[in-house]
Nanobody, 120 residues
Framework: QVQLVESGGGLVQPGGSLRLSCVASGSIFRISVMGWYRQAPGKERELVASITSGGPTNYADSVKGRFAISRDNAKNTVYLQMNSLKPEDTAVYYC??????????????WGQGTQVTVSS
């Protein structure tokens, strides 16, 4: 079993900041990519940011310069620092990891999602 536990979501005013955290636990042999997705009402789930075990990152164009993803490999934790938040950032944010419990077959694991609401 691999579990992802998220924290840090909530309500914030435009221009504010939030920091999301996601901790992976359970039968983990190796974690590859970790990232964050989001899904707004009426829209498809989209990649927000991802980070490899070695450090390279990838961001959606809509969040570049405002969001920053990081990870602590020793703690199996990924973070998403969100600054200059806009109402358009309102969505359910999902933590995601690509990991293997055995060292062979990789699986994609998802968190349960946490609501981020940006509103005056």
């Amino acid at each position: 079993q691999v579990q992802l536990v998220e924290s840090g979501g909530g309500l914030v005013q435009p221009g504010g900041s939030l920091r999301l955290s996601c901790v992976a636990s359970g039968s983990i042999f190796r974690i590859s990519v970790m990232g964050w997705y989001r899904q707004a009402p009426g829209k498809e789930r989209e990649l927000v940011a991802s980070i490899t075990s070695g450090g390279p990152t990838n961001y959606a164009d809509s969040v570049k310069g405002r969001f920053a993803i990081s990870r602590d490999n020793a703690k199996n934790t990924v973070y998403l620092q969100m600054n200059s938040l806009k109402p358009e950032d309102t969505a359910v944010y999902y933590c995601n990891t690509l990991a293997t419990p055995s060292g062979s077959v990789y699986y994609r694991y998802w968190g349960q999602g946490t609501q981020v609401t940006v509103s005056s």
